[in-house]
C-alpha cells in the first residue's frame, strides 16, 4: 500500500478471484466457466464489429438491451446491460446503500458482496444460513434493511422458491431487494415474474456461466424504470461506454442462440446429478446443487486438504478459508470426461 491511498480504502480487502492458470494444464473446474464454447454465430458477429473498433460503443447498448427486453417480455427501460454482472451489483451497492442503509445477506454466498459493501462505505449484516445450508426466508422478512440473496445460492448450490421470495420482497417494501440470478437457468424458479409487482426488485442475470461468454464480461440488471435509472446513473458517472462493441454483438449472437445454450444447460444438469451420484456412493456429502457445480465434502478431510490432493492430480477446484464451508470444495460441473476424472481422481483420495 503507497502512502497516498485514500484512508476510506486502507480496510478495503479485495474480491480474490478463481486461479487462470497459464503453464500447467488443468483440469479447470474452479471457476463456473462452461465447459462448452459459445456457438460459431458468437465468433462471427464479433468478427464482423472488430472493424469498428476505432469508434466507441454504444453507450446504450440500445440493439442488445432490445434483443434482450424481447426476450424477457420487458421494456427496454426496465433493463441495464453491464460488464458482466459484477458490475450492475456494484451500481446497486453504489447507488442504494449508505451508511443510514446498510445491506444484510447470508453468511455464506458470494463473497462478492461484502467486497461491495466496503469499496462503497455500506454498512451490512449477515444472517447466519441454518446448518444445512438452507436460507430460513423469515429471517429477510421486514428486516428495514436493503437484502441481496443470490438464487439459487453460491457455493451452496440450494434455492428459495418462488413463495418464499415474494414473501421477502413483499416485506420489505421500503428497501431493495436484489435477487442475484447468476445460476438460474441451471435450476430454480426465477424472481422475473414479480417484476410487474414490485418496484423494490432487482434481478441480476450473467452470461458468463449458462451463455459461455465468461471472457467477455457481460451482465445485466432488470427492475422498475426507475430502479434502472438510478443505476444508469451510476453507470453514467463512472464509465458510459460499460459494454465494449464486441461483447455487445456477441451478447446479441447468445440470446439468437438460445437453443444452443439450453441445450448444453441440459447436458450440464445431467452430467453434475450423475456425479453428484456417484459422490453420495463414494460417501462424500453433495448438496442439492441447482447450478453449474457441486459443493463436496470428503468426510475426515479438510478441504484445504482435498484441494491440494485434486490440483496434485492436476484438477483445479475452490476452497475458502471461511467458517462453516472450511470442509468444503466447490467443483465446477465440466465435460463427463472432465467429471470422469474427478470422480477418479477422487476415489484415489478417499
Ligand atoms: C459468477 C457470479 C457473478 C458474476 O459474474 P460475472 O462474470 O461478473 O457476470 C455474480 N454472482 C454470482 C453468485 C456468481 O457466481
Known amino acids: 500500500m503507497s502512502r497516498f491511498i485514500s484512508q476510506k480504502h486502507a480496510a478495503l480487502t479485495p474480491y480474490v478471484p478463481g486461479e487462470q492458470p497459464r503453464a500447467r494444464q488443468y483440469i479447470k473446474l474452479n471457476t463456473n466457466e462452461s465447459p ?30 432490445r434483443t434482450v427486453a424481447d426476450f424477457y417480455g420487458l421494456r427496454p427501460s426496465q433493463i441495464l446491460m453491464t460488464n ?14 449508505d451508511a443510514s442503509h446498510p445491506f444484510v445477506f447470508p453468511d455464506v454466498t458470494y463473497s462478492f ?6 469499496l462503497n462505505q455500506v454498512p451490512y449484516e449477515t444472517i447466519p444460513l441454518r446448518e444445512d445450508f438452507t436460507i430460513d426466508p423469515a ?7 436493503h437484502i441481496v440473496i443470490a438464487n439459487p445460492n453460491a457455493p451452496t448450490g440450494l434455492v428459495l422458491n418462488l413463495a418464499d421470495l415474494e414473501t421477502i420482497v413483499r416485506t420489505n417494501p421500503d428497501n431493495i431487494v436484489i435477487i442475484d440470478e ?16 414490485y418496484e423494490n426488485l432487482l434481478v441480476t442475470r450473467t452470461f458468463s456461466k449458462s451463455r459461455s461468454l ?22 453514467d458517472s463512472t464509465n458510459p461506454y460499460n459494454v465494449n462493441r464486441m461483447t455487445a454483438a456477441a451478447g446479441v449472437a447468445a440470446m439468437e442462440e438460445n437453443d444452443y ?32 457445480f457441486l459443493f463436496v465434502e470428503v468426510p475426515g478431510l479438510p478441504g484445504a486438504k482435498l484441494y491440494e490432493l485434486l490440483r496434485e492430480q ?5 476452497q475458502w478459508n471461511r467458517p462453516r464451508i472450511e470442509n468444503r470444495c466447490r467443483v465446477t460441473v465440466g465435460t463427463q470426461e472432465e467429471m470422469d476424472a474427478f470422480v477418479k481422481a477422487l476415489e484415489e483420495i478417499k
Open 261 to 292: 445454450y439450453m441445450d448444453k444447460v441440459r447436458t450440464i444438469r445431467a452430467i453434475r446429478d450423475d456425479t453428484a451420484a456417484k459422490l453420495r456412493d463414494m460417501g462424500c456429502l453433495v448438496t442439492d446443487s441447482h447450478t453449474n
Open 314 to 318: 492436476g484438477i483445479l477446484v475452490r
Open 84 to 97: 458482466g454482472s459484477d458490475e450492475i451489483l456494484n451500481f446497486a451497492f453504489m447507488a442504494f446503500g
Open 214 to 235: 465468461a471472457g467477455a464480461r457481460l451482465g445485466f440488471g432488470m427492475g422498475s424504470e426507475a430502479l434502472i435509472g438510478d443505476l444508469k446513473t451510476m453507470k
Open 36 to 65: 462448452f464454447p459459445p456457438p460459431r454465430r458468437v465468433a462471427d458477429y464479433v468478427t464482423a464489429e472488430a472493424g469498428q473498433l476505432n469508434l466507441y460503443s454504444d453507450p446504450e447498448s440500445a440493439a442488445l438491451t
Open 113 to 118: 458482496y461484502e467486497v461491495f459493501c466496503t
Open 139 to 145: 429471517d429477510f422478512c421486514g428486516v428495514r434493511k
Open 182 to 197: 447468476a445460476y438460474i437457468d441451471f435450476g430454480g424458479e426465477s424472481a422475473l415474474t414479480l417484476l410487474p409487482k
